[in-house]
């Protein structure tokens, strides 16, 4: 028979060529071609499946070259390959061995100690041991009840060594009481009067999974605020050591390779992290439930409450007292103010009342002295007038007019009349003596001059001359007009203050409508803009120390400072205008191409100033002429445009 030469299949022939059975052999699957061919012993599972010879293996070989045989068709190194594989299976059929139980310590469990474990191991297995149950295998009659009595005791005394290798570790031990049965129900509503028979268990059974100990107790009714403030916070903050290996999913032992076994002990300390974070969950609803539920802390809540409103009862009206009494000492002061008012218009009016009836006393008097002089006045010796009557008039106190007026009466023509002039001298005496107390406080003067007396003219005190207006004083009443608008009060005193020369308000007022009205002259506003203009910034310049001699005789240096233009001799230039033409040097060039002649010196000074004085520098360029000493402002600008454009040329060959 003729083999086909294009497939190859993996098989043992049962037909024969020349009498002989073929072997054919290929490194790719049967019937089946995949990019990912076996190799090894999945070559060798591959072939034996094929012919049936794996059939009678275990179900848990099966799956592990199933999963062989899928991992060698598409493998891939991610995480997503790692999901399905290595999972643990399900114990759900199968039961936790108890070691406790075992041991004899199921009454204790987690409370039993580590003398306790030691002492009831050695009891345990001093009774369970297999050359100690002798007698059970000789009470069994055939070999194959002796057989399985035999492995029963073995297998009963094996799990009493293994309950003894967890419970005697420390670590080993913590993992299993984490596992151990636990009542995970958490109390959610009671009764208040059943609250400790509802919480306090539940708090007992929690309070094994905590790092510090002892736990405090959750106390009774009677119990004081501190303890029970100290068992809440015990709570908030309880730390437990509780751990969750039934929660991971992956056995490491079944890892492919290393980054698999990473992969699957990362899931664990997540699936971990999630179940602590569930139990931490768990115990916080728990304690959140009891402090709801407490009766203490519900009457504390319901006292502090009650204390808080009357705080603000209290606060309340001593508000309304403190608004009461402040309503009363203002309606004091508002009658207070109002009695001082009260009593100062009737001071006023009372001032008033007599002022007038002094006014009216007064003209009383004076028409008493006027009718009893009139008779006097035509008396020839004395000469009296109607002047000197209204002097006296004017001059004399009510007192004295009456005075005057008694001693007139009864009295002729003539005995009037010298009463009058008796009157006149005396006052006349009066001004003479005040004149010379004046004069004498006054004194002389320092330089020897004669003393100054003043003039009897009343109105000499209003004809001094006005004192003209400075501008720096006009300038201060602007600003004081535009500081102190219309509408404030005492403006033009406020604006006397403010200028501080001693101007009264009279002046002020005359001053804002003739002074203030003034135009400014403007053939002068240049000049006081020079004034007021800052002065240039100075830099030291190379050429105040320095005198340029290059090219010129010794006896000549004095003639070249740039700052002094030469002189004509009085022979050559008599009577011409050094303007009109160029003043001669000794080199024999004029004065404008030196001027156009730029020296290193000159250049570096330049230079110097360009950095000192940038764009941005108002009268930058009267800063830089003034920096290089014998150079204008046009000639600076015209060497900064040549050394620019000889810069960019320079610059453009390169």
């Known amino acids: 028979m003729e083999i086909p030469k294009s497939c190859l299949l993996i098989s043992y022939s049962s037909e024969i060529i020349n009498g002989e059975p073929i072997l054919i052999s290929s490194n790719c699957l049967p019937v089946k071609a995949l990019h990912f061919e076996p190799a090894g012993h999945a070559f060798h599972s591959s072939a034996l499946k094929l012919l049936g010879f794996d059939e009678e293996e275990d179900a848990d070989t099966d799956d592990q070259s199933v999963k ?91 799990a009493i060594q293994e309950a003894y290798e967890v419970l005697i570790d420390p670590v080993k031990r913590r993992i299993y009481d984490s596992t151990d049965e636990f009542d995970d129900e958490v109390p959610t509503d009671c009764a208040p009067q059943d609250f400790f028979k509802v919480f306090g268990p539940a708090f007992m059974r929690n309070g094994r999974w905590s790092i510090a100990q002892p736990v405090p107790s959750l106390g009774e009714e009677n119990s004081s605020m501190q303890e029970v403030d100290s068992f809440y916070d015990f709570w908030y903050t309880f730390k437990s050591w509780r751990e969750f290996p039934h929660a991971d999913e992956f056995d490491l032992e079944q890892a492919e390779s290393r980054d698999h076994k990473r992969w699957m002990e990362r899931q664990n300390v997540k699936l971990r992290e999630k179940a602590k974070k569930e139990e931490y969950a768990r115990v916080r609803t728990l304690v959140d439930n009891a402090y709801r539920k407490d009766p203490r802390i519900v009457r504390r809540k319901e006292e502090e409450k009650a204390e808080k409103q009357r705080k603000k009862e209290a606060k309340f009206l001593a508000r309304k007292l403190q608004e009461e009494e402040a309503a009363k000492a203002a309606e004091d002061e508002r009658r207070r103010k109002e009695e001082d008012e009260r009593r100062a218009s009737e001071a006023a009016l009372k001032q008033k009342k007599l002022k007038e009836r002094e006014k009216k006393l007064m003209r009383k008097e004076r028409t008493r002295l006027r009718s009893l002089s009139a008779p006097a006045l035509s008396e020839p010796p004395l000469n009296l007038s109607e002047d000197d009557v ?44 005040t004149q010379e107390n004046c004069s004498q406080n006054s ?18 005190n209003y004809e001094k001359k006005e004192k003209p207006w400075a501008k720096e004083e006009i300038e201060m009443l602007r600003k004081g007009m535009q500081k102190y608008p219309k509408g404030t009060s005492r403006r033009w005193e406020v604006i006397s203050e403010y200028i501080g020369t001693g101007r009264s308000v009279e002046e002020i007022l005359k001053a804002t409508k003739t002074v203030l009205l003034q135009k400014p002259d403007s053939s002068k506003a240049f000049d006081s803009f ?85 764009k941005e520098t108002s009268q930058r360029w009267e800063r830089v002429a003034a920096a290089i000493p014998g150079k204008t402002v046009n000639q600076c600008k015209k060497k900064f445009a040549l050394m620019k454009e000889n810069f960019r040329s320079k610059k453009n060959a390169d």
């Not at 007192?399 to 010298?418: F, N, P, T, V, Y």
């Not at 004194?443 to 003039?455: C, D, E, F, L, Y």
Request: charged share 30%; hydrophobic share 25%; proline share 5%.
């Open 68 to 158: 062989s045989d899928d991992r060698g068709q598409a493998y891939r190194a991610s995480s997503d390959s790692y999901s399905s594989k290595g999972k643990k299976k399900s114990s759900s059929g199968s039961k936790q061995q108890d070691h406790y139980a075992l041991l004899g310590l199921g009454h204790l469990r987690f409370l039993a100690t580590e003398e306790q474990i030691r002492k009831s191991y050695r009891e345990t297995a001093l009774k369970h041991h297999p050359d100690k149950q002798a007698a059970l295998l000789l009470a069994e009659e055939s070999e194959e009840a002796k057989q399985a009595k035999k492995d029963e005791i073995e297998t009963h005394f094996k």
């Open 390 to 433: 209204e002097s006296l008039c004017a001059s004399l106190e009510m007192e004295q007019l009456r005075h005057l007026c008694d001693s007139m009466e009864g009295k002729e023509g003539i005995e009037r009349a010298h009463i009058l002039a008796d009157a006149l001298n005396g006052e006349k005496r009066k001004v003479e003596d």
């Open 443 to 460: 004194g002389p003067k320092a330089n020897g001059g004669t003393a100054q007396v003043k003039t009897n003219n009343p109105l000499s």
């Open 530 to 614: 020079l004034e007021r203009r800052k002065p240039a910034q100075a830099i030291a310049s190379p050429l105040t120390t320095r005198i340029e001699t290059e090219g010129l005789p010794v006896e000549q240096v004095e003639s070249t400072d740039p700052k002094l233009p030469s002189q004509p001799s009085s022979s050559d230039g008599a009577g011409k205008n050094p303007e009109s033409e160029p003043v001669s040097i000794p080199t024999g060039v004029s004065s404008a191409t030196e001027q156009d002649t730029w020296s290193s010196t000159q250049e570096r000074a330049l230079v110097q100033a360009l950095k000192t004085f940038p």
